[in-house]
T-cell receptor, first 111, second 114 residues
Framework: DADVTQTPRNRITKTGKRIMLECSQT?????MYWYRQDPGLGLRLIYY???????NKGEISDGYSVSRQAQAKFSLSLESAIPNQTALYFC??????????FGEGSRLTVL | GENVEQHPSTLSVQEGDSAVIKCTYS??????FPWYKQELGKRPQLIID?????GEKKDQRIAVTLNKTAKHFSLHITETQPEDSAVYFC?????????????FGKGTMLLVSP
């Protein structure tokens, strides 16, 4: 089945370290997103990309950067991780009908 | 930008009861309103959506209603079952026009007790 895959699924790191979360998809969708989920705060948009040459900031982009290496790959980086970036991170693709397909999530803990 | 408010934040019902979750949005140009369900430890998945050209949509035990004038929409689940227990998110956007993206509500945790 076509899917959205995130790596790593779990990561524990220390303050100041650089972290990359990777996302790949086999759905053939052009639009890809990175969301952050915190308890009680819902899903907040970090960055999004509508094609390989397109990168856009979401509502909470500070402290994050992204790279769209190909239609199928969209990576999220934390250049210098801090404890309040501890969260569950979701990558998603969007179908032509507007439905989001989420990856399984990457749980990041920054000590 | 768009702001989506969702209530209640938690909802407990007995199996067989109905459950209603309500959302309001701020941008009158929004025209697409999906609902996502996230079971514990799983990824969010679309369960139903509605576009602004209709007022109600049903799919078996779930239905969504939209009031464009009041800028609110609701999810209705009838004959609830324990497997309906999950976090539900509403969202709103202007569809795929321009650089529109979905804005999510903060979620409602629904607990269905047997």
């Amino acid at each position: 089945d076509a899917d959205v895959t995130q790596t790593p699924r779990n990561r524990i790191t220390k303050t100041g370290k650089r972290i990359m979360l990777e996302c790949s998809q086999t759905k053939g969708h052009d639009r890809m997103y990175w969301y952050r989920q915190d308890p009680g705060l819902g899903l907040r948009l970090i960055y999004y990309s509508f094609d390989v040459k397109d990168i856009n900031k979401g509502e909470i982009s500070d402290g994050y950067s992204v790279s769209r290496q190909a239609q199928a790959k969209f990576s999220l980086s934390l250049e210098s991780a801090i404890p309040n970036q501890t969260a569950l991170y979701f990558c998603a693709t969007e179908s032509g009908g507007g439905e989001l397909f989420f990856g399984e999530g990457s749980r990041l803990t920054v000590l | 930008g768009e702001n989506v408010e969702q209530h209640p934040s938690t909802l407990s019902v007995q199996e067989g009861d109905s459950a209603v979750i309500k959302c309001t949005y701020s941008d009158s140009a929004s025209n697409y309103f999906p609902w996502y369900k996230q079971e514990l430890g799983k990824r969010p998945q679309l369960i139903i959506d509605i576009r602004s050209n209709v007022g109600e949509k049903k799919d078996q035990r779930i239905a969504v209603t939209l009031n464009k004038t009041a800028k609110h929409f609701s999810l209705h689940i009838t004959e609830t079952q324990p497997e309906d227990s999950a976090v539900y998110f509403c969202a709103a956007s202007k569809g795929r026009s321009g650089y529109s993206t979905l804005t999510f509500g903060k979620g409602t945790m629904l607990l269905v007790s047997p």
